[in-house]
């Protein structure tokens, strides 16, 4: 009985209040920028491990799946902290592990670090892009029931959006 009956004005309505509404918008920003960053490690990982550092395939394989596992845990524990915590200290931990394991990424671009710093930073930037999922997706739909699935589908949109747009700025300068 509540159900729209939907049309591109409507989404154009909905569209058009979601983006009007700071706390929404702050919340796909974040989100969206940390997937972009999820995209840059995906675009750019095995450039950077097996053609600077020399991993060999399975040793990238190994790096890769302690990533995906810490992405799996880290999600879970996000979701229970964001239940323990608040929802904005969950997402100012998620984003403080972003920008530490980016510091140690930016590092390693600069001056030579071991191989096993790099595998901590985007360990860090991966699990911090999971911890800031739950609170995010949250935080932006909290205050929208009425249009949900419209404003799910912008963080959705916004994180590939952006994770298209850097992903292939990560070679822009080479495989060096």
Do not use: E, K
Not at 79 to 98: D, E, F, K, N, P
């Amino acid at each position: 009985r509540r159900r729209d009956r939907g049309g591109f004005a409507q989404i154009a309505r909905d569209y058009h209040a979601l983006l009007g509404d700071r706390r929404f918008v702050g919340a796909v920003l974040a989100s969206g920028l940390a997937y972009a960053a999820l995209f840059a490690y995906l675009a750019g990982a095995t450039y950077v491990l097996q053609g600077i550092y020399g991993l060999s395939p399975q040793q990238y394989a190994l790096a890769f799946g302690l990533n995906s596992a810490g992405f799996m845990a880290f999600g879970w524990l996000a979701a229970r902290s964001s239940q323990r915590w608040s929802l904005h200290a969950t997402l100012v931990s998620g984003l403080a592990m972003c920008g530490a394991g980016a510091l140690g990424l930016l590092l390693g671009g600069l001056v030579a670090i071991p191989v096993s710093l790099v595998i901590v930073s985007l360990f860090l930037l991966v699990g911090g892009v999971a911890v800031t999922t739950p609170p995010t997706t949250t935080i932006a739909l909290a205050d929208h029931p009425r249009m949900a699935g419209t404003a799910s589908s912008l963080v959705g949109m916004a994180r590939f959006a952006l994770g298209g747009i850097v992903a292939p700025l990560v070679g822009i300068a080479g495989a060096a």
